[in-house]
């Protein structure tokens, strides 16, 4: 494979990928819904006003944003998705006005006819675009004006501690007194409108929603766009072709012989540097947070059924469900990313055999910053959701409310910072090694190349401000979770898997250099454009949905193939009797790809297609790729990264295999019960709801605290009984090691055996 011709398509790839996500982000900017001056009624007077509606996105941000329902279909799935029940509430409020008055009874009581003459009315009314440019004023009628007004009373109750509210605020798991300002409270309100108002009214002199008629809602017939279901069709078109094509062109590529390894161990006998053993602690520290998030998720699982109280038990005033569904999906990125951190730390020495000066010591100021920062954060977003601080300084050291970058201004500029310190140390000690020529060289490129990926593209978190448009904040907030998480740190764990084989002589280095290449040419193709399916519905153009739904597809298929990769992980373990030392850590890698198949490809395409999309997004079927693919497939890559770089650190006295076997099980069993008896059968529930009702309906105690939904819920306590176990028993492998002491070996302080020259 000519790898030449390979670094010419990834950089052209990554050159056009990127030039269009530009152009994608300016229309997005350009075509994202106003925010209004002033709302006024017919009478003049102001409903909101445009510090109203940014207030009240501060204000909803402080009281955990995503973690409490969702925001056009992005966040948590125990309260609602609070656009979607705006529009129903005004929707149902309006239509009961108008009956009133005009029929005298309510509008449930009303004939077929009377009904769909007032919808009728009610689809004009709402759909109708009456945001002037000029004056950046939206009017509307005195009745719709009276219908919002009392949609407000009712966040306004149900936000604070009104007892009329105290039963709904349990089902939708919101602490009482949750938002103790009043003021606050109707900002809040101002700010569900207006997404609201967004999700429901046409586009100027088009016939859809500023959010392509997302979210489905009967009453002023949100229903899906044609180009939804389109770009749907063309996406799976495309999915069953460029398999096919891939599936030839694996068939036609020429089969190398398998490499006889060799005798002994090539890592057995490498000298541990002093920044190398300092890793240990990293590694520690990783399961100490895995342990710590495990025990978060059984927590906020279990606000599913008692929204303010764990097994009878009122925890939700000092803990509430914000608090700790933050804490669970932020420990998640903190453990894993650490895993793969503390695995550059620990290779890069290793395959460059150059130990720098003071390496040592910025290992391990590095650790004492992220412990700083994992801490520091987690009490200030616990301080931000109890409402101490003001909006300003929440923002700043609190919980800025976006999924995945919880964490307030502060604490995320020290993260950066601490990847460029990373990003340093690592790209220092791997230096020697891009400098040599050997075999490794491309693999080891792109090694260096996504490190340094990895250390900037962090940086898109601070692309948006406290009053950024919520359509350029998700805009930049999937680059994070997206390209930082899902992309740029694949590659990298591709690249260190790929060196360790090869360093163990169970891999030909030719063979991974075009691997790795065409791999990440594979990958980055649809995974850069790719991340446009998040952005389907967020107040985005019909071009966002068109880009979106093919690459996302593309996504879907070097998965194709992904059993070939898990067989010949799987044989890696037959290959030499030494091989058995490293039985484990490559089972692990076994699961990976075998995650990535379940988790990334049938789960995530499940959910990717436009038309899906409308009617799922929100729901307990993200829920179940998220679980699948997060842990399935970056955590048990960490893990398995973990166990490879513990087993030259540790002595092999210490080292118990059965405790990993059990791990290895437990873990993995514990993941597939949560997710096939519990989070995707509620999602599958919650689709026909969806359909067949609306997402309001989907999302509502009607169908969330159903006796079934409520028993499938209990149905996740043995998968997590299980998963825990298997966390406890990686706890006490750990510490079988720690007590049994690490590696004997002589401490070269700047010198080691280089590893990678071939």
Known sequence: ?????????????????????????????????????????EDGSVI???????????????????????????????????????????????????????????????????????????????????????????????????????????????????????????????????????????????????????????????????????????????????????????????????VGALVFWHARTKVEEHLAPPAENPLAKIELTPSMKATGKYFLTVIGLFLL????????????????????????????????????????????????????????????????????????????????????????????????????????????????????????????????????????????????????????????????????????GFMWGKHTHISMVEYWRWWVVHLWVEGFFEVFATAVISLLMVKLGLVRAKSANGAVLFGTIVFLFGGVLGTAHHWYFAGTPVSVIAIGSVFSALEVVPLALIGVEAFENWRHTKAAPWVADYRWPILFFVAVAFWNLLGAGVFGFMINPPISLYYIQGLNTTATHGHAALFGVYGMLGVGLLLFCLRSLARREAWDDRLLAITFWLLNGGLAMMIFLSLLPVGVVQAFASIDHGLWFARSPAVIHSKLVETLVWMRVPGDIVFAGGALTLAAFAAKLVLGGVRRGRAKATVVEPVAAE
């Open 293 to 460: 998030q495990v025990g978060l998720g059984a927590v906020t699982a279990h606000y599913a059924v008692e929204g303010h109280d764990f097994y009878g038990v009122r925890i939700s005033d000092i803990i509430p469900y914000a608090v700790t569904r933050t804490w669970h999906t932020q420990l998640a990125v903190f453990w894993i990313a650490t895993a793969w951190l503390a695995t550059g730390l620990f290779v890069a020495p290793m395959i460059s055999g150059h130990e720098p000066k003071f390496q040592k010591l910025g290992v391990n100021v590095l650790w004492g910053a992220l412990v700083f920062v994992v801490l520091g954060s987690m009490a200030g977003e616990w301080l931000g959701v109890q409402q101490v601080f003001s909006l300003d300084v929440n923002w700043w050291f609190g919980h800025q409310g976006w999924e995945y970058v919880d964490l307030g201004r502060f604490w995320q500029t020290l993260l950066f910072v601490g990847l460029m310190l990373w990003l340093v140390l690592v790209g220092r000690a791997l230096w020697p090694a891009l400098r040599t020529p050997s075999e490794s060289k491309p693999v080891l490129l792109i090694l260096f190349l996504s490190t340094v990926a990895i250390g900037l593209f962090y940086g898109a």
């Open 1 to 41: 494979m000519n790898t030449r011709r390979l670094w010419f398509v990834l950089a052209l790839v990554m050159a056009v990928s990127f030039t269009v996500l530009g152009l994608m982000g300016r229309e997005i900017h350009r075509q994202a819904p106003p925010i209004p001056s002033r709302v006024v009624a």
């Open 48 to 242: 909101w006003t445009k510090a109203d509606i940014e207030s009240g996105q501060l204000a909803w941000q402080s009281m955990g944003g995503q973690q409490v329902g969702s925001i056009w279909g992005h966040g948590g799935y125990v309260a609602p998705d609070w656009s979607a029940d705006q529009i129903h509430r005004e929707a149902v409020a309006l239509l009961d006005i108008w009956a009133r008055r005009d029929h005298g009874v309510a509008y449930d009581t009303l004939n077929a006819e009377q009904q769909a003459a007032l919808r009728a009315r009610l689809k004009a009314q709402t759909r109708a675009n009456t945001y002037d440019p000029k004056t950046g004023v939206i009017a509307v009628s005195a009745d719709r004006a009276k219908a919002i007004a009392e949609v407000k009373s009712h966040y306004l109750a149900l936000l604070g501690s009104d007892p009329s509210q105290e039963r709904l605020r349990e089902q939708y798991a919101i602490a009482n007194g949750a938002v103790k300002d009043p003021t606050r409270r109707a900002e809040i309100a101002a700010f569900y409108w207006w997404t609201g108002w967004a999700a429901s009214t046409n586009r100027p002199d088009q016939a859809i929603t500023y959010t392509a008629n997302w979210p489905h809602e009967a009453l002023i017939d949100n229903t899906p766009t044609s180009a939804t279901v389109v770009w749907s069709v063309a996406s799976v078109i495309l999915l069953i072709f460029a």
